[in-house]
Nanobody, 118 residues
Framework: QVQVVESGGGLVQPGGSLRLSCAASGIIFSMHDMRWFRQAPGKQRELVATISPAGSTSYADSVKGRFIISRDDAKKAAYLQMNSLKPEDTAVYYC????????????WGLGTQVTVSS
């Protein structure tokens, strides 16, 4: 059974930091891009960051220079280090495992709430 589980969300003041974790099971982890998405109420889901099995990364312009995505294949885990947080970062953050190659598959966690407020 495939499972993708996020953790690490919470309430933080503007300028603070949080580290989100994503634990995957039931997949060949090295065959998947790992991605973080977020969605705020009334807004579209936004791709925040991506990391490939080779370690290449990409970020949304809104978080570039503040967030860092990483992965640990031995632990089948991905992480999102969020620094210099702003109120507009408030959202539910979702981890996604995106299978590479011609036969596509996609697995989602249930999300973790991040609230940035003073």
């Amino acid at each position: 059974q495939v499972q993708v589980v996020e953790s690490g969300g919470g309430l933080v003041q503007p300028g603070g930091s949080l580290r989100l974790s994503c634990a995957a099971s039931g997949i060949i982890f090295s065959m998947h891009d790992m991605r973080w998405f977020r969605q705020a109420p009334g807004k579209q889901r936004e791709l925040v960051a991506t990391i490939s099995p080779a370690g290449s990364t990409s970020y949304a312009d809104s978080v570039k220079g503040r967030f860092i995505i990483s992965r640990d294949d031995a632990k089948k885990a991905a992480y999102l280090q969020m620094n210099s947080l702003k109120p507009e970062d408030t959202a539910v953050y979702y981890c996604n495992a995106d299978r590479l190659g011609p036969v596509k598959a996609n697995y989602w966690g249930l999300g973790t709430q991040v609230t940035v407020s003073s």
